[in-house]
C-alpha cells in the first residue's frame, strides 16, 4: 500500500465556513515583512502560557510581557527560566483575583491579551465533549479582558473549536466578548507552515478590538511549494548524541522496538489502533502536526527512533537557547501544547499597524 501523502489543507472546509462568517467580514491581512517591530513600545498578557510560545512570538515582534499565568508547574519553571519571572502567576487562573492582577501591571495599558485557552476539549485527534469543563476556560479571558480593557485580544486554538456543537460554541465565544466590548470579534484558520514553521500545524485565530477597527491578520508569506521542510529545520541534530543540557533528548527504545520502527513507512504509524500517534516523518515536507502522546512523539523521517525533544521544539520554531525545564517527557508535553513562536510574531506584527493608528489618530480624537 502507497502511504498517503499529509494533506496540508485537512481543514479546508473549517476555513470555508469561517470565511463565510459575518462578522470576519471585519478583517484585513497585513503584510508583516513590510512592519517595523523598532517602533513598538506596547504591552501584552499571556493567559494560559504554557512554557511560553505566544509569549517569546510577540516578543520577537518586539512588545513587553508584563504577567503571564499557568496552572502547570514545569511549564511554569521554563517560563520563568526564559522570561522575567516577577509577572508570572503558577496556579489556577480562576483563583487569579483582580487586587493581584492590578498589583503585578500596576498603571500599565494593556495593549494585547493572548491566550491559548485548553483546546483539549475541542480537538479533532480525540474524543470531544461539551461537558468537558475546560470548555468554559475562555471565560477566564472574557473575565481578565473586562478587568484590563486591552485594546486588543488575540486567542488561539485547534480548528475543531469552529464545529464544536454545530459552530454554536463559536457564537458563544463571540458573543461573550461582544457584551464586553469586543464586537465584531474574527475567528480565522491560520497554517503555521506558511509563517515559515517547519511543520503542518493549522490554528483558529480570534481577534478583536474595542476600537471598532478592522481585525487584523498577517498574510500568509510562503506558498505550499515554499514550505520549510523537516530536513531544513533538524537535519543538523541526526547525528548529535543525547545532550540533556540541550533538551536533545527521546525515548530510549529496545532493539526489538528499533527494527519494529524500521518497518514503519512514511506517513504509517506504528499503532494500527492509534493511528494519529507515532508516525514516521515525511523527507522533502514540514513536520507532522507536533505532540506528545504519553510519553512518545513521531517518528524520526530516516532514523529509527521518535523525535527528540529538541527536535520537536525546532519544529515548532523555538530557537535553541530557549531552554525547556522539567524531566524528558514534561519537556515533550510542554513543546507538544505549545503555540509556535513565527506564528504569533507575525499576529503581533500585524496587530501592530492598528496599536499605531489607535494611538495616533483615534485616541487623540476621542480625547478632543
Known amino acids: 500500500m502507497t502511504p498517503r501523502r499529509p494533506h496540508v489543507d485537512r481543514f479546508k472546509k473549517t476555513r470555508t465556513m469561517l470565511d463565510a462568517r459575518l462578522e470576519n467580514h471585519n478583517k484585513t491581512l497585513v503584510d508583516t515583512t ?8 506596547y504591552n501584552f498578557v499571556d493567559l494560559f502560557s504554557g512554557c511560553g510560545g505566544n509569549s517569546l512570538g510577540l516578543s520577537m515582534a518586539n512588545y513587553s510581557p508584563v504577567m503571564s499565568v499557568e496552572l502547570e508547574h514545569d511549564a511554569s519553571e521554563t517560563y520563568r527560566k526564559n522570561f522575567p519571572p516577577e509577572h508570572h502567576v503558577e496556579g489556577d487562573i480562576r483563583d487569579v483575583s483582580e487586587p493581584q492582577i492590578r ?3 500596576g498603571n500599565k495599558t494593556i495593549h494585547v491579551l493572548a491566550a491559548g485557552f485548553p483546546c483539549q476539549g475541542f480537538s479533532t485527534a480525540g474524543k470531544r465533549d461539551m461537558r468537558d469543563e475546560r470548555n468554559a476556560l475562555y471565560k477566564q479571558v472574557v473575565r481578565f479582558a473586562k478587568f484590563l480593557k486591552p485594546w486588543f485580544v488575540v486567542m488561539e486554538n485547534v480548528p475543531g473549536i469552529v464545529s464544536m456543537n454545530n459552530g454554536k460554541f463559536i457564537d458563544s465565544i463571540l458573543a461573550d466578548f461582544a457584551d464586553i466590548g469586543y464586537p465584531g470579534m474574527s ?3 491560520l497554517e503555521s507552515a506558511s509563517f515559515g514553521v517547519p511543520q503542518i500545524r493549522p490554528r483558529t485565530i480570534f481577534v478583536g478590538n474595542r ?5 487584523p491578520y498577517p498574510k500568509p508569506l510562503l506558498t505550499v511549494d ?6 531544513q529545520a533538524i537535519s543538523d541534530l541526526k547525528t548529535k548524541p543525547r545532550d540533556p543540557e540541550t533538551n536533545h533528548e527521546w525515548t530510549l527504545h529496545s532493539e526489538k522496538m528499533e527494527r519494529r520502527l524500521a518497518q514503519v513507512a512514511p506517513g504509517r504509524s506504528l499503532y494500527d489502533s492509534y493511528a494519529d500517534a507515532n508516525k514516521r516523518q515525511y523527507t522533502g515536507l ?6 506528545e502522546n504519553h510519553g512518545t512523539t513521531h517518528i524520526h ?17 523555538f530557537p535553541d537557547s530557549f531552554k525547556f525545564y522539567g524531566r524528558m517527557k514534561r519537556v515533550m508535553w510542554q513543546v507538544g501544547n505549545a503555540a509556535p513562536p513565527l506564528l504569533f510574531k507575525h499576529l503581533g506584527l500585524a496587530v501592530l499597524p492598528s496599536l499605531q493608528q489607535i494611538e495616533k489618530t483615534i485616541l487623540p480624537a476621542v480625547s478632543r
Open 286 to 291: 514540514p513536520s507532522m502536526t507536533i505532540k
Open 187 to 189: 475567528a480565522s484558520l
Open 301 to 317: 523521517y530516516v532514523l529509527n527512533r521518535t523525535l527528540s525533544a529538541r527536535e520537536m521544539a525546532r519544529l515548532q520554531s
Open 34 to 41: 513590510n512592519v517595523d517591530p523598532k517602533e513598538n513600545h
Open 211 to 215: 476600537f471598532d477597527v478592522p481585525n
Open 226 to 231: 515554499k514550505y520549510v521542510s523537516i530536513e
Open 103 to 105: 498589583k503585578i501591571i
